[in-house]
């Protein structure tokens, strides 16, 4: 089956520390992008990425992260600058930039 | 750059009644627009999208959008909701150039009541 993986499902981050998520896609797409959602607000970007190798900062990007070293994997690390991570973050690809986004089944990132 | 406004951020109706999820957006240029459903802790699927062509876009259950160009609005619809329509819907556009970036409305929670 084709399709977005993320993994954890669930992530808990202490104080001062780094959590990486994951975001997997074998469906040879070439844009990916990473949302976060709160409640009430949304959808709003993070980082997005058109290709291998680069990558966009969006409207959130400050305390956040990325690497595009595969075309299959677009990881996102919040660091301990992101003062309130709490949220559930979404991957998403699309064949190209400006086509469907296909969305994966989101981390909830929650502050011990 | 481009924004959109969901008018009611929660709908509550009756299951077979018919609903209508407001959306409206404003952009300088031509755009995309989409609708996405979320059910509770899931991701999002795409419901329909509008790229051209045809102003009424018909969608996977039972639901359709019809894109107006001059009042900025893609509202959505459902002739005859079920209980399995409980969920919160998103409608996002995107500019038709450039990077063409997803912008998401803030949603709208349907509920549905037996």
């Known amino acids: 089956d084709g399709g977005i993986t993320q993994s954890p499902k669930y992530l808990f981050r202490k104080e001062g520390q780094n959590v990486t998520l994951s975001c997997e896609q074998n469906l040879n797409h070439d844009a990916m992008y990473w949302y976060r959602q709160d409640p009430g607000q949304g959808l709003r970007l993070i980082y997005y990425s058109q290709i291998v190798n680069d990558f966009q900062k969006g409207d959130i990007a400050e305390g956040y992260s990325v690497s595009r070293e595969k075309k299959e994997s677009f990881p996102l690390t919040v660091t301990s600058a992101q003062k309130n991570p709490t949220a559930f973050y979404l991957c998403?690809?699309?064949?190209?930039?400006?086509?469907?986004?296909?969305f994966g089944p989101g981390t909830r990132l929650l502050v011990l | 750059a481009q924004s959109v406004t969901q008018l009611d951020s929660q709908v509550p109706v009756f299951e077979e009644a018919p609903v209508e999820l407001r959306c409206n957006y404003s952009?300088?240029?031509?755009?995309?627009l989409f609708w996405y459903v979320q059910y509770p802790n899931q991701g999002l699927q795409l419901l329909l999208k509008?790229?051209?062509?045809?102003?009424l876009v018909k969608g996977i259950n039972g639901f359709e959008a019809e894109f107006n160009k001059s009042q900025t609005s893609f509202h959505l619809r459902k002739p005859s909701v079920h209980i399995s329509d409980t969920a919160e819907y998103f409608c996002?556009?995107?500019?038709?150039?450039?990077?063409?970036?997803?912008?998401f409305g803030q949603g709208t929670r349907l509920t549905i009541n037996p």
């Open positions: 509008y790229l051209s062509g045809s102003t």
């Open positions: 998403a690809s699309s064949i190209m930039p400006g086509e469907t986004q296909y």
């Open positions: 996002a556009v995107s500019e038709n150039w450039g990077a063409q970036k997803l912008v």
């Open positions: 952009s300088s240029v031509s755009v995309y």
